[in-house]
């Protein structure tokens, strides 16, 4: 599988911002799907998770302002973004992870930056 992330961007505190990355190469539908953000000198870490029957966890520091969706039919996953806040700011990572395997099979796409500044 072959991910392909974007919406690298610059947004004010209390804005909006949105993240898309493209699968390709697996049937999509068949992954579940998350994102990961790592912020300069932290570890990575789960910021959202979707699963293939639509299933929806968060980190509880983004609860109620991030929401993440899937269209299997354009093999895309999306991270809306509101109410940022300077420490949101990250390289965000998509990842696919299949549901059959052993072991399931783990996918990163290329990070994009996000930067919450006034």
């Known amino acids: 599988v072959q991910l392909q992330a974007s919406g690298e961007g610059l947004v004010q505190p209390g804005g909006s911002w949105s993240l898309s990355c493209v699968a390709s190469?697996?049937?999509?539908?068949?992954?579940?799907m998350r994102w990961y953000r790592q912020a300069s000198g932290k570890q990575r870490e789960l910021v959202a998770t979707?699963?293939?029957?639509?299933?929806?966890v968060y980190v509880d520091s983004v609860k109620g302002r991030f929401t993440i969706s899937r269209d299997n039919a354009k093999n895309t996953v999306y991270l809306q973004m509101n109410s940022l806040k300077p420490e949101d700011t990250a390289v965000y990572y998509c990842?696919?992870?299949?549901?059959?395997?052993?072991?399931?099979?783990?996918?990163w796409g290329q990070g994009t930056q996000v930067t919450v500044s006034s």
């Open positions: 990842n696919a992870a299949a549901t059959a395997g052993s072991p399931p099979a783990i996918y």
């Open positions: 979707i699963t293939i029957g639509g299933t929806t």
């Open positions: 190469g697996s049937p999509f539908s068949r992954n579940n």
